[in-house]
């Protein structure tokens, strides 16, 4: 790969990753007490909240398609992020053992329009039904002086049993890190894809690898939704980690436990439409495998003995899934992710 010396990075086109860990950090820190008192025997610290529920967790996320929706607009192509919506936000719920139950959505527009309106509901129920969840509810709200177009969000409710629940605790060096294909940007890095494109010919023009396709074609492939092949393998094995490789790309794989070291040995292809940004936006693979998930969506780790046979169920599902790498010792400070093949190191 590679990228350009001074190219783009994703804090020029005006997202910076350092500063959105400071803030959430410190909107955390003003939260207190109240964000789990009287329950501190709940795990936390992972990619969905849990709360107390007798013989179970309750799993509670909440995440949106992001500026995504951008695209959609650009193209008058609104039915496949509804998908993107409901994808975001049970990748995350997975990653706790939680087997999503409900959902509900919230649109905010500009003004209403009734096939807009039908599109997004066709992807909303789309996504529902890949993810095996129902949607119970939502909201709309017309907000003219506030949006400008639409914004698309929602949040999940789930369950599972305390005595299922995956916390990253048993996450150790010697374990196997198993990867699933994504199926492209899925919903994160925008902000940065788009003005790229927006630069190189807009989402009308081809795409380089595939002339048949529009850029806007490409970057509106919906995310994939792993629910059913990931609680498939939670329910046979004893899966010790998961990780959904969004926002912050490789950096989301520390977060299964912080303790360890982590290293990707053998990753995915990235898939054409990663190159192609790359090569037109000169940005560096430093960069670009810390906004983007680079044809990686999702990582499991479980024990070398029962690495193939993970493998082997996941591909019976129809995932493309291969061993990419190992948990190892983490030094005096966890918490870290190497891609060895290219010399990459990040922190959390």
């Known amino acids: ?36 008192k009287g329950k501190k025997d709940v795990p936390g610290g992972f990619f969905t909240g849990l709360v107390d529920f007798g013989d179970y967790y309750l799993s509670l996320c909440t995440d949106g398609v992001g500026s995504k929706v951008l695209v959609a607009s650009a193209m008058q192509k609104w039915d496949t992020v509804g998908i993107d919506c409901i994808a975001m936000n049970v990748n995350d719920m997975i990653c706790a053992g939680a087997r999503p139950i409900a959902f509900v959505d919230y649109l905010a527009v500009e003004k209403h329009d009734l096939r807009f309106a039908e599109e997004i509901g066709r992807g909303l129920a789309r996504g529902a039904e890949m993810a095996g969840v129902r949607i119970i509810g939502g ?19 789930g369950a599972v049993r305390k005595d299922r629940v995956i916390t990253g605790e ?11 294909q994504s199926s492209g940007l899925h919903s994160n890095g925008y902000t940065l894809a788009r003005k790229i494109v927006e630069k190189k010919g807009g989402f009308h023009s081809p795409f380089p690898a595939d002339p048949t396709k529009s850029w806007g074609e490409v970057l509106l492939e919906p995310t994939r939704i792993y629910v059913k092949p990931v609680l498939a393998v939670v329910e046979r094995y004893d899966v010790h980690g998961l990780a959904h490789i969004t926002g912050g790309g490789l950096e989301n794989i520390p977060r299964m436990n912080p303790s360890h070291g982590y290293e990707i040995t053998d990753p995915f292809t990235p898939q054409p439409v990663f190159i192609e940004l790359q090569r037109l936006g000169g940005v560096s693979d430093q960069e670009m495998y810390r906004v983007f998930n680079m044809g990686m969506g999702f990582v499991l780790a479980v024990s070398p003995e029962e690495a193939d046979n993970v493998v082997g169920t996941l591909r019976d599902m129809g995932e493309n899934a291969k061993v990419v790498g190992r948990v190892v010792d983490g030094g005096e400070k966890g918490g870290w992710v190497r891609h060895v093949p290219l010399g990459l190191e990040y922190r959390l």
């Open 1 to 36: 790969m590679g990228g350009e010396k001074g190219g783009l990075s994703y804090s020029a086109t005006g997202v910076d990753i350092d500063v959105e860990k400071r803030v959430v950090k410190t909107l955390i820190s003003r939260l207190g007490a109240g964000r789990r």
């Open 139 to 157: 909201e709309t709200a017309t907000l003219p002086e506030i949006v400008r177009g639409f914004d698309l969000a929602g949040t999940c409710l």
């Open 170 to 180: 048993k996450v150790s060096p010697g374990d196997v890190l198993v990867g699933l």
